[in-house]
């Protein structure tokens, strides 16, 4: 393949250079701009990283949550991740599965993939991320089987019905024996744009070629996976770079394709066994950084999901709910099996696990203080399953279409939680939200819909969707 020319470092750092962050009328004019939510411009995106003033923060981020949910309303996706191996061909070093590291590893068999999946609909989830590492013994047709066997699994009233995957690149023809399994949201991230830094920090295996990886999403769009996932690992190199190496992939898929990212993660590095690159990288983003960030990516990509995982500790997971995060991982466990071993509701550190988890609280947890902190928890698939992908979704989250079907669902699928898995407390508390939210709704034929639906969710009935 041949040199990619998606990032331009000479640009980004020249617009970094450029844009102080100190105008004062500038900064309000990009704020305004922001909340017409058609996005901002990579000038303004430069701007607003080189912004130092706490209050200018401030304002940044009430504009983040202004257009998170005139978006997408106060709904709150949640997911599990799912590791079926922790092999790897990879030399990566601040990976907990980089291939010479003497860990304990396992490549789970159906059958075990069917236990964790059960462990998985047990505590209520509906939609998870099916994560491989880059495992070289896991082929496009097995990781196939893997995604099958998960959606078979039917326990009690409960099933997965969305199957993300998180997988090494593939080739177009890979990619087409995915699309034919169910794969929800294909996902990938650059880890860093920087070549030099990705050249240092990928030493061994396919994932060392950066060209491969920068352009995986051209091919998995040519196979007809039109909802795709991104991302870098923040504190690898500068993050001024990076985020602005992002759009610079964000607007070329957007060219050529005429769609841009489904979701967008934003994973800080953590502490890996093997590996102290957590601790030595110059690079390290702080708490005031990492919530700034979070909110200029909202204003700049105004259609995508912001996805977050339990690397972050509880405090911080709930101040980036109030910046823009529109999806939390809840209850992770990180090595394969992990799930079906646990023993307790809480989640352990256990052996062979990618990185550390720092939130720990249950899935049940997580709906409770959801819902205490007036969001409505989600697992609504419904999009995915009625066509509602790719540019159709993105052209309807621009327009402040989808968000009449993400609160509805919402309340749907949160119900069904309610009925099935909550603990007393969260059912109290999940209750309650959902009577708020139809207080609220406008009196018409989608209301009374919404409420014959949930007669029918607590007479027995499962998956009602818009």
């Known amino acids: 393949m041949k040199t990619s020319n998606i990032v331009n470092e000479t640009v980004i750092n020249d617009t970094i250079k450029r844009n102080s962050g100190n105008d004062l009328r500038k900064f309000d004019e990009i704020i305004q701009k922001s909340l017409k939510m058609s996005g901002i411009s990579f000038e303004e995106v ?9 209050n200018l923060i401030n304002k940044l981020t009430a504009a983040a949550v202004k257009v ?9 996706v949640l997911f599990a991740p799912l590791y079926t191996s922790s092999y790897c061909s990879n030399e990566c070093k601040y990976c907990g599965f980089k291939t010479t590291l003497g860990i304990s590893r396992k490549r789970l068999t159906n059958d075990e993939i069917k236990r964790d999946t059960e462990a998985l609909i047990n505590m209520g989830h509906k939609r998870i991320l099916m994560v ?9 047709s097995t990781l196939a089987g893997q995604i099958e066997t998960i959606y078979s699994i039917k326990h009690l009233n409960g099933q997965i019905r969305r199957v993300n995957v998180n997988v090494a690149p593939m ?29 240092e920090m990928h030493l061994r295996g396919s994932k060392s070629d950066y060209d491969n990886r920068i352009h995986v999403f051209d091919r998995c769009i040519e196979a007809g996976i039109d909802d795709f996932g991104m991302g870098f690992l923040f504190g690898l ?42 601790k030595v990288s110059p690079f390290l983003v702080n708490d005031t950084d990492f919530i700034k960030i979070t909110a200029i990516l909202r204003l700049a990509v105004p259609y995508t999901g ?18 823009g995060v529109s999806q939390l991982s809840a209850g992770s466990i990180t090595n394969p099996g992990g799930y079906s071993e646990e023993k307790s509701s809480k989640v352990k550190e256990l052996d062979g696990a990618q990185f550390e988890v720092h939130d720990q609280r249950s899935l049940d947890e997580m709906i409770y203080h959801a819902c205490l902190s007036g969001f409505i928890p989600s697992f609504c698939t419904g999009c995915y399953r009625k066509g509602r ?25 949160l119900q069904e939680y309610v009925e099935d898995y909550a603990s007393p407390q969260t059912r109290k508390a999940a209750e309650k939200t959902i009577s708020e939210q139809l207080s609220v709704l406008e009196e018409n034929e989608n209301k009374k819909s919404l409420i014959e639906k949930l007669s029918r969710i607590k007479s027995g009935q499962r998956d009602l969707m818009y």
């Open 46 to 54: 430069a701007f607003l990283l080189n912004v130092t003033d706490e």
């Open 68 to 76: 998170k949910e005139a978006i997408y309303g106060k709904r709150i």
């Open 132 to 140: 491989a590492a880059e495992d070289p013994l896991l082929s496009a």
């Open 171 to 199: 080739s177009v023809e890979d990619f087409r024996i995915l699309k034919r399994a169910g794969i929800g949201t294909y996902q990938c991230f650059q880890e860093t744009y920087h070549r030099d830094t990705y050249s």
């Open 237 to 278: 190199y500068d993050v001024k770079f990076e985020v602005l190496a992002l759009l610079q992939h964000v607007k070329f898929l957007e060219d050529r394709f005429g769609i841009g990212p489904h979701t967008i993660s934003i994973p800080r590095l953590e502490s890996a066994e093997g590996s102290d690159i957590s």
């Open 306 to 323: 912001i996805i977050l995982s339990t690397r972050e500790n509880q405090v911080m997971r709930n101040r980036l709910l109030d910046v």
């Open 389 to 413: 992908t790719g540019e159709v979704f993105q052209d309807m989250a621009k327009e402040k279409h989808i968000g009449s079907y993400c609160s509805m669902n919402a309340i749907l699928t």
